[in-house]
């Protein structure tokens, strides 16, 4: 009678502990495998990863910000082509593991392509500024649709008027403004002193606009044709203003002063700024 209670308490425990494994490693496989994902995206930057894959960090319209691994993306013969340019307009297909933080990437359709301006290095050095600050702004998996129509409003605007200029200065306006980093233009940050037609001051290491009396070695000048033209860029799209030679002042000034107050929310230099001297 001992022996048969025995086997069969040993016999139910061999069936318990299967039932847990069985258990233990759907709920695991449950965890790692996340079905495949589909979205409109933009091609912020892509980096090589080994011998023959890359690193790509694209923006979903769905998704946000999300880094993926496009496996066999650097050999001659691949199925992405030219999908994976900067600023390259896509639909991407990809699956996701909750143990990894890169994504695979399965497949990416070219929607709209810059190849104009991504092939011409004057262009592209304007594209690789909107990369950049797009990459380092915008969190991880947090959806951002403004930015997202921001971009692709910017890169159509550069490939269409062959000029980086204006694009890129209303691609700077709005990314302070919807990072809740824009001063106001029309008094001293300081004092409240109404600028007038003077021009006003910005600081690299500070963000605001300061008046004459508030002024501090090394700031530079934002004057009243370029605040005008702020304005017209937070009431106007950018395929609405024409860019005229006569604004070419202004949109350098408005653009740098949009760089600065970047960099300093950033704490970091961009990178990319450097060549905007070169062209």
Not at 1 to 26: E, G, K, P, Q, Y
Not at 128 to 151: D, K
Request: aromatic share 8%; charged share 30%.
């Amino acid at each position: 009678m001992s022996a048969r209670v025995v086997i069969t308490i040993a016999l139910r425990a061999r069936a318990l502990r299967t039932v847990c494994f069985s258990l233990s490693d759907a709920a695991s496989a449950r965890r790692l495998l996340m079905p495949a994902r589909e979205t409109e995206a933009i091609i912020l930057k892509t980096f090589p990863l080994g011998e023959a894959d890359r690193l790509v960090s694209f923006l979903g319209r769905s998704s946000g910000r999300v880094r993926g691994v496009a496996a066999g993306a650097r050999r001659l013969q691949n199925r992405y082509g030219s999908t994976l340019e900067v600023l390259s307009h896509v639909q991407i297909w990809y699956v996701e593991k909750e143990t990894r933080e890169l994504v695979r990437i399965q497949q990416a359709e070219l929607l709209e392509s810059f190849h104009k301006a991504q092939s011409d290095y004057s262009l592209s050095t304007g594209l690789a500024v909107i990369s950049e600050i797009s990459e380092l702004i915008l969190p991880e998996h947090e959806v951002s649709e403004p930015m997202f129509r921001l971009i692709l409003l910017v890169a159509r605007e550069v490939e269409r008027t062959d000029d980086w200029a204006l694009p890129l200065s209303y691609f700077v306006f709005w990314t302070v403004r919807l990072g809740g980093w824009l001063p106001r233009f029309d008094r001293c940050v300081v004092c409240g002193t109404p600028f007038g037609s003077k021009p006003a001051l910005y600081d690299a290491h500070q963000s605001g606009l300061f008046c004459e009396k508030c002024r501090r070695p090394g700031m530079k000048p934002v004057h009243l044709e370029a605040r005008n033209l702020a304005e017209r860029f937070a009431g106007e799209r950018l395929d609405r203003i024409e860019y005229e030679k006569s604004r070419q002042a202004s949109v350098r000034e408005l653009r740098e002063a949009g760089l600065a107050w970047i960099e300093n929310h950033l704490e970091r230099r961009l990178a990319t700024r450097e060549l905007l001297e070169t062209t």
